[in-house]
C-alpha cells in the first residue's frame, strides 16, 4: 500500500513537470511552422559538444550561439570552421538553396542541432529561435538537455520596424545601441530614426554646420546629450549601421520636410516661407510653419543634406516627413508660393507638395536614395476618398493616422505604392498602455493602447495575402515629445512591442492572444534581465 501510494505521488508529480517543461513556452514571435518530434529523444550537451560554423561570415551569430551556451549552461563551447565528429555538434549552415532571406531552419535530434539558413541574417534568427527553446524548456536545459524539434520559419512581412524620435528628446547613442539590443532578439529588422523635427536637428550634416550648432541646441546651458539639447556626429551614425547591421537591424533615417522643420528654419532662417520670415521662433514648440516651396535654396540645401545620408546610411532608404503639413496657413497665404503656385498652374496650394516632393526625390534619385513619406489623405478625419498628393510610385508610404488604414490600403492597391502599416490605433507606443499610465506630461489626451489592444492588429485586416502584395511591413512608433530617455522610451515599447513583432512575423491562424499570455511572462523577465525598462502588465493578473 505504501509503496503504492508513493508511487502515484512519483508519477503526479513527474507529470507535473513534463507538463511544466515546455519548448514553445518562450517563442516570441511564434514561428510559422513547428514539427514536434515524438520519442525522439534529445540532444545532450557537454564539454565536447563543438560549434561548426564558417566565422568569417556568421561570426555574430556565432558568437551570440556561444555567449547564450554559456550564460543558460556554463559550457565554454569550441568553435571550428569544419569538423570530423559527425555527431555532438551544433552546425550553423549557410545554404543558398533555401528561399527567402530571412528564413531558416532549425533541427534539434539526437545527433546534432542544425540551424540552416541562405543568409547570416536567417542563421541569426535560428540561433535566437534555438535560445528561446532553451528557455521554455526550463527542465530540459536544467539538464543540460534539448527535445528533439524542428522549426521551420520565415516571417510574413519583410520590413519590421520600430521607430525612436530624438528629435523631440534626444537619446545618446550608447542607449539607442541597446534599444536594439532588445529589438533584434524579437526578430525587428528596420530602426527608423526621427532626426529632425520642430525641437531639433540631430545629424551632423558637414555642408551646413549651423543645422547641428544652432538646430541642435534649443535650451541654452542644459547639457549636450539629452533631453534638449544634443546631435549624432556622422562617425557615431556609421557606427551604429554596423552595430545594426550585425543583428540584422536596417537604419533608416528620417529628415521630416517641409512642415515639422523650426529647427532647420532656426539654423538658416533664408529657407523659411516668406510670412514667416520675421518670426521670432521657440524651438520647444510645435509653430505649425513651413519651409518654401518657392525658394531654391531650400532644394540645394536638402540636396546636401540627401547627399552626406546617403553616404552614412548604405541601406539606401530614406524616410522624408510629409506628415502634418499646415499647407493653408502657409503657402496658400504666402505670396512667394502663390506666384509659384500660378506660375505652374496650379488650382490649390496643397499642389505644391507634388511640386516640393518632385525637387526632393529628384535628389534622393540621383543619390541611389528610395523614399519613404508619411501618408496623407484628403481628409485627416474619416471619410477620406483619395490621397491629397500626387506622389510618384516609387515612394513607399506608411499609414499612421488613426482609422484610416483600410482606405490607404485600398488606395495603395490601386495606385501601386507600396505601403507600410503604422496605425495609430495599435502601433502609436507614445500613447499610454493603460488609463493614466504614463505619459504624466505633454499628453494632448491621448488614446490607450493596451497591449491586447496591439495584439489584435491583424497586418491584413482580413484579406488574403495576395490582394494586399503592396503592404510590405509594420512600424510602432515612439513619438518622443513625452520620452524624455531611453528608459522611458523602453518602458512605452515592452512588452507591446512583443505583440507588434508577432503581428509582423506570424500568419493570423498560428496566432492567438491566450498563448501570447503564456508567452510573455519568460520574455519579460528577459527583457529585465537584460536591465531594460518594460511595463508589468499587470491587468492580466488573473
Ligand atoms: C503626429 S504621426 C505626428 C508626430 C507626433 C505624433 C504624436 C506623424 C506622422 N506625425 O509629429 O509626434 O502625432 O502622437
Known amino acids: 500500500m505504501k509503496t503504492k501510494t508513493l508511487f502515484l505521488v512519483g508519477l503526479l508529480l513527474f507529470s507535473g513537470l513534463v507538463r511544466a517543461q515546455n519548448q514553445l513556452a518562450a517563442l516570441m514571435p511564434m514561428p510559422n511552422h513547428i514539427q514536434l518530434a515524438k520519442n525522439a529523444g534529445a540532444f545532450k550537451f557537454n564539454t565536447q559538444t563543438i560549434i561548426v560554423a564558417d566565422t568569417l561570415k556568421l561570426g555574430f551569430a556565432t558568437r551570440l550561439l556561444r555567449q547564450n551556451i554559456s550564460n543558460r549552461l556554463g559550457l565554454h563551447l569550441k568553435t571550428s570552421p569544419s569538423s570530423k565528429q559527425s555527431n555532438n555538434t551544433i552546425r550553423l549552415v549557410l545554404d543558398a538553396t533555401l528561399q527567402g532571406k530571412e528564413h531558416y531552419v532549425l533541427q534539434v535530434n539526437q545527433k546534432e542541432i542544425l540551424i540552416k539558413g541562405a543568409s547570416a541574417a536567417a542563421i541569426l534568427y ?46 545618446p547613442i550608447e542607449g539607442v545601441k541597446r534599444y536594439i539590443d532588445q529589438m533584434y532578439k524579437y526578430k525587428y529588422n528596420v530602426l527608423q530614426l526621427h532626426l529632425s523635427d520642430d525641437q531639433g536637428w540631430r545629424v551632423e550634416i558637414k555642408s551646413h554646420p549651423k543645422l547641428t550648432e544652432l538646430g541642435a541646441f534649443r535650451r541654452k546651458g542644459a547639457g549636450a546629450q539629452g533631453p534638449h539639447n544634443g546631435f549624432y556626429t556622422q562617425a557615431e551614425l556609421k557606427d551604429l549601421v554596423k552595430y545594426a547591421a550585425d543583428r540584422n537591424v536596417q537604419l533608416v533615417p528620417e529628415i521630416d520636410v517641409p512642415g515639422h522643420t523650426v529647427a532647420l528654419m532656426v539654423a538658416y532662417p533664408q529657407l523659411r516661407c516668406d510670412i514667416a520670415k520675421d518670426e521670432q521662433f521657440d524651438m520647444e514648440k510645435t509653430t505649425n510653419k513651413m519651409l518654401s516651396a518657392a525658394k531654391p535654396e531650400v532644394y540645394q540645401v536638402l540636396d546636401d543634406v540627401i547627399r552626406e545620408l546617403a553616404d552614412i546610411f548604405p541601406s539606401k532608404t530614406i524616410h522624408l516627413g510629409g506628415d502634418e503639413s499646415a499647407i493653408e496657413s502657409n503657402w496658400a497665404k504666402s505670396p512667394e508660393n502663390l506666384a509659384l503656385m500660378q506660375q505652374l498652374g496650379y488650382t490649390q496650394a496643397a499642389e505644391l507638395m507634388n511640386y516640393f516632393f518632385g525637387k526632393v526625390l529628384s535628389s534622393t534619385r540621383k543619390y541611389g536614395l528610395k523614399a519613404i513619406l508619411w501618408c496623407e489623405l484628403d481628409n485627416i478625419r474619416m471619410p477620406a476618398s483619395r490621397y491629397l498628393f500626387d506622389y510618384p510610385k516609387d515612394v513607399t508610404l506608411v499609414t499612421w493616422r488613426y482609422g484610416l488604414t483600410p482606405k490607404c490600403m485600398e488606395l495603395t492597391k490601386a495606385s501601386g505604392h507600396q505601403l507600410i502599416l503604422a496605425p495609430g490605433e495599435y502601433a502609436y507606443f507614445d500613447y499610454p498602455q493603460y488609463k493614466n499610465d504614463f505619459p504624466e506630461f505633454n499628453n494632448w489626451g491621448m488614446p490607450t493602447t493596451t497591449l491586447e489592444q496591439t495584439y489584435k492588429f491583424d497586418p491584413t485586416y482580413g484579406q488574403k495575402p495576395a490582394d494586399i502584395k503592396q503592404v510590405i511591413g509594420v512600424m510602432g512608433t515612439l513619438w518622443g515629445e513625452a520620452i524624455p530617455d531611453i528608459n522611458r522610451a523602453n518602458y512605452m515599447t515592452w512588452p507591446r512591442a512583443l505583440a507588434l513583432a508577432e503581428a509582423a512575423w506570424t500568419r493570423m491562424e498560428q496566432r492567438n492572444w491566450a498563448s501570447f499570455k503564456d508567452r510573455l511572462y519568460p520574455n519579460i523577465m528577459a527583457i529585465m534581465k537584460a536591465g531594460t525598462a518594460v511595463r508589468a502588465p499587470f491587468e492580466l493578473a488573473p
Open 126 to 171: 535560428g540561433v535566437i529561435t534555438l535560445d528561446q527553446l532553451m528557455e521554455g524548456d526550463a527542465l530540459a536545459t536544467s539538464q543540460k538537455a534539448l527535445t528533439a524539434i524542428t522549426v521551420d520559419d520565415e516571417p510574413i512581412s519583410s520590413f519590421r520596424a520600430l521607430m525612436l524620435d530624438p528629435a523631440r528628446n534626444f537619446l
